[in-house]
């Protein structure tokens, strides 16, 4: 089975700056994942989306950095959400305790 690389697909509408995460997400691609949420980040004008719908996996890695994101959004009073996340990647926040701190949403809210 072919792994899909991982990809960054930005999207920006007048309220929302959505990322789709596709592939996998572990250690060998986080600053990628960083690099491209620098510059949105701290932007408390829009909401921050991570469609995760095409993601095939995570590893502890890709989690600390979504833990990061939602610290960081908190602290600014800046909305961040999680959409359309797959059943086993959904399953392994569930494990890791994080899913009640996320707020997640389905294409029609976003």
């Known amino acids: 089975m072919k792994v899909e690389p991982f990809r960054i697909v930005q999207e920006e509408t007048n309220e929302q700056y959505i990322l789709h995460l596709i592939g996998e997400l572990d250690l060998s691609v986080v600053q990628q994942l960083r690099d491209t ?60 305790g994080i899913t009640k701190y996320l707020t997640e949403g389905t294409e029609a809210e976003a």
Do not use: H, M, W
Request: charged share 20%.
């Open 37 to 96: 949420l620098e510059p949105v980040i701290s932007r408390t004008d829009k909401d921050l989306v991570l469609n995760l719908k095409q993601l095939t996996y995570i590893d502890s890695t890709g989690i600390g950095i979504i833990v990061s994101i939602l610290k960081l959004r908190v602290g600014l009073n800046a909305p961040f959400f999680v959409i359309e996340t797959p059943p086993g990647i959904k399953r392994l926040f569930d494990l890791t």
